[in-house]
């Protein structure tokens, strides 16, 4: 099974800038579509950012333009560059497959202040 773990979150102001990490391990990891993932509280869990194991990216029109998702397969990573973050990207985020085939690691926390 795949545990990933999440790293990166912190608090940042509205207009600000963070980058996640997510590290994963399986031999099929360059083949594997990887998205991030949100939850805040009292809502659902949404995906936010896509990536195929060549390279194809997705958005979700709430980031598109201001979120870009990324991969090194060969350190079995997928990051998540947030620009322009405003106080409703504020939630936890994971990552996991399109097929959500992994655990669901820890979560990195998002705090954007106003």
């Known amino acids: 099974q795949v545990h990933p773990v999440e790293s990166g979150g912190g608090l940042v102001q509205a207009g600000g800038s963070l980058t996640l990490s997510c590290a994963a391990s399986?031999?099929?990891?360059?083949?594997?579509?990887v998205g991030w993932y949100r939850q805040a509280p009292g809502k659902q869990r949404e995906l936010v950012a896509l990536?195929?194991?060549?390279?194809?990216?997705n958005y979700d029109d709430s980031v598109k333009g201001r979120f870009t998702i990324s991969r090194l397969n060969a350190k079995k990573t997928v990051y998540l560059q947030m620009t322009s973050l405003k106080p409703e990207d504020t939630a936890v985020y994971y990552c996991?497959?399109?097929?959500?085939?992994?655990?669901w690691g820890q979560g990195t926390q998002v705090t954007v202040s106003s």
């Open positions: 990536i195929e194991g060549g390279g194809l990216t």
């Open positions: 996991n497959t399109r097929g959500q085939s992994w655990n």
């Open positions: 399986g031999i099929l990891f360059a083949a594997t579509a």
